[in-house]
């Protein structure tokens, strides 16, 4: 197959740089629900690659089932391929206008499949193009000459949103760089140096309440001493009978002191278990894997023994619990025995406090030690966590349903200050995406590892907006830095989107009118490719020229991308063409003229423009130029 993309010269008839036109295509309109009219528009000015622009809900659910059939048997009738774009207002990760929530994620999931689904309509490989956040800020980037300071990090965070992971309402705060005058000695806080203490502080004054509790419990101990001392005399002569009423005054209050303080120790224990209990449980669930296994390597004989005892009065608790619940139960009618049985409870169930006192102590010893759990983390970091999940799981549903037709699952950057909007955040989203979907290919499949992971870089990949990524030059980045983070991503690569902007805005401009670094990010995307580079479609989402010009700029990117006017390299090209008079843009043609079909009545005059006939105000993919 001939190279679809060059910079190389072999002969006198070829360009620098162009791009075939098979591979350029083009957007539907994302204002109406009529999708067919909208893609027979498309294909019958020659684009044989539509993307379906559905990027709103409402909008997506307005398509009726029966019209994605109709496209997908148009996609077959004219060797193009359509594919879809869902709603761009998803979040993969499960963020929202609240904030975000596993009850969201699972939305999401299952809002994917709903899509997957319609896209499996369009026929086998259909791309589904998701965008990675939904809005959702993680870093406010800026480039090292931008800073113009000695000692900041190259490309150093200027802010950087973490969200706590333990916290039910996972709050988003942001973390800025600062330098602060010390006594003697200045010190730079990154971003992420203030995230890394911010979890240090926290799991220490968690660790220090702890401690707390126990220091308050010793002073009631001491108290509670004091009263025992006066209460044992007292208690001995009211045995004997020979207590004053004073004295027995005195006995009641002591009593009720000792109620009170030993009520007051129960509540202080039970902060504390509970307390130990959620320690651990962010030490498991959050704690980095290389600080765990440095934790249990040096006390894992404490650990376990204090696992293993809390465990063990776990179950006699538990079992002590259903046996009270059988008595009430079952005994209502035989009070004495019921009250027997729940004294003889009672001393089962001191058998049980004693050793929980010796664990509780033991278990202050080992959370000591225990290194402080990742708790806040950045949303960069907790959006790839998220969305490999719901993709993951999307992409075992569409393989489980579809098979080998499953449609392929491509994850948008968006733009570079939200989550996952650089490349190599990205890539890594992507990464563990396929590591997951893999895993549960092999464990509920049972595929085998390299199989699943065929499988998996099959169906899941990233599509990549040269347009979105030029945001970075309104953080001080060049071209040059642009084009290398599509050298970052081009690995995983499924779908491309062209647009043009000036890197401030997303304006969608027809390529060649902004400033974006298109040729030399596709440059990078094709090198990282190689073969594969000539299977993705380049999707040119020119909306802006559209909707401000009211005219496709169809032209416009054919030019711009030097495109020949044939199948064949050899020219001519659309560039030197595009504005000249000749009888080949008249008609059918001198090859094929109007007269013959007249006199034999084979023409396309007459045929309904879905199936190539005459389009008014544009040319038919079977009259005019050729355009495959």
Same mark, same amino acid.
């Given at each position: 197959?001939?190279?679809i993309?060059t ?6 008839n ?11 295509g ?18 019958n ?40 774009h869902a ?19 699972k939305?999401v999931?299952e809002s ?14 259909t791309?589904?193009n ?34 706590d ?23 730079i ?9 911010i ?19 010793a ?20 045995e ?8 027995l ?37 959050y704690g980095?894997?290389d ?19 809390s ?5 006699k ?6 046996k ?9 009618k035989y ?12 001393e ?9 006192e ?5 278990l ?24 490999s ?21 491509a994850?948008?950057n ?13 890539r ?7 590591e997951?979907?893999a ?9 085998s ?6 499988v ?9 907006? +040269?347009g /979105?990524i030029?945001?970075?030059?309104? @953080? #001080?980045? &060049? !071209?040059?830095?642009i *084009? ?8 995983? +690569?499924? /779908?491309?989107?062209?647009t043009?902007n @000036? #890197?401030? &805005? !997303?304006?969608?401009? *027809?390529p ?10 596709l ?6 490719? #190689?073969k594969?580079?000539?299977?993705? *479609? ?5 909306g802006?020229f ?5 005219t496709?700029?169809?032209m416009?990117e054919?030019?711009?991308f ?6 064949h ?19 059918y ?8 079909f ?11 423009q ?11 993919r ?5 355009n495959?």
């Open positions: 197959m001939s190279d993309f910079n190389e010269y072999r002969n006198n070829e360009r620098e740089f162009y791009v075939n036109q098979r591979l350029l083009a957007t539907t309109s994302p204002q109406t629900a009529n999708q067919i009219q909208e893609a027979s528009s498309r294909l000015s020659g684009v044989s690659r539509v993307e379906l622009e559905l990027i709103s809900p409402e909008l997506f659910d307005s398509v009726p089932k029966e019209h994605f059939d109709e496209l997908g048997r148009m996609a077959k009738l004219t060797g193009a391929k359509i594919n879809v709603p761009a207002q998803m979040d993969l990760a499960g963020f929202g206008k609240e904030g975000w929530s596993e009850g969201k994620r939305e999931e994917m499949k709903h899509m997957i689904d319609n896209g499996a309509r369009l026929g086998p490989g791309v589904v998701f965008h990675s956040s939904g809005g959702i800020p993680a870093f406010e980037w800026q480039a090292e000459k931008a800073l113009g300071e000695e000692g900041i990090p190259k490309e150093g965070k200027r802010k950087m949103f973490v969200i992971q333990a916290d039910p309402r996972h709050q988003i705060m942001p973390l800025e760089y600062e330098e602060k005058d010390y006594f003697g000695h200045k010190k806080w990154t971003p992420e140096a203030r995230r890394e203490n979890n240090e502080t926290t799991w220490h004054q968690e660790r220090l309440q702890l401690f707390n509790y126990e220091k308050e419990k002073e009631i101990g001491e108290r509670l001493g004091m009263v025992d001392s006066q209460l044992a005399p007292l208690m001995a002569g009211k004997k009978g020979v207590l004053t009423n004073d004295e005054k005195r006995l009641s209050s002591l009593e009720n002191q000792k109620s009170v303080m030993m009520g007051h120790i129960n509540e202080l224990n039970s902060h504390m278990d509970t307390q130990l209990d959620d320690l651990h449980d962010k030490f498991s669930r980095v894997k600080e765990k296994d440095a934790f249990l390597k040096r006390y894992g004989k404490d650990y376990r023994e204090v696992f293993d005892l465990k063990e009065i776990h179950d608790r538990e079992e002590y619990g259903n009270v619940k059988y008595i009430s139960d079952n005994y209502g009070p004495e025995k019921a009250k027997s049985e729940f004294e003889r409870l009672q089962e169930y001191k058998k049980i406090i004693e050793p929980k010796e664990l509780r102590s033991q202050l010893n080992v959370v000591e030690k225990m290194p402080a759990p990742e708790r806040f983390v950045s949303t960069d970091d907790f959006a790839k966590d998220k969305l999940e719901t993709v993951a799981n999307s992409a075992f549903y569409a393989y489980n349903k579809h098979k080998n037709d499953a449609p392929i699952i994850v948008e968006v733009f570079p200050d939200w989550t996952l909007g650089r490349a190599d955040s990205l890594d989203a992507v990464e563990k995406s396929r997951k979907f895993k549960q290919l092999v464990e509920k499949k049972g595929m590892e390299k199989k699943a992971e065929e998996s870089k099959q169906l899941i990949g990233a599509t990549w907006d +040269v /979105h030029t945001q970075l030059r309104k @953080f #001080g980045y &060049s !071209d040059k830095q *084009a290398e983070e599509a050298e970052k991503i081009a690995p995983v +690569v499924k /779908h491309i989107h062209v043009d @000036f #890197g401030f &805005s !997303d304006s969608h401009l *027809a060649g009118q902004g400033t974006v670094p298109i040729k030399e990010q440059e990078k995307l094709k090198k990282g490719l #190689g594969e580079y000539e299977k993705v *479609a380049h999707i040119i989402e020119s802006g559209a909707s401000q010009f009211k496709s700029p169809r416009q054919l030019q711009y030097n495109s020949p006017l044939y199948e390299e050899a020219g001519p090209y659309w560039k030197n063409l595009a504005y000249t008079q000749a009888e080949y843009s008249m008609g043609g001198i090859m094929f003229p109007e007269k013959h007249e006199m034999y009545g084979s023409g396309f005059s007459n045929l309904p879905e199936l190539g006939g005459q389009v008014t105000g544009d040319k038919s079977f009259s005019g130029a050729p495959q």
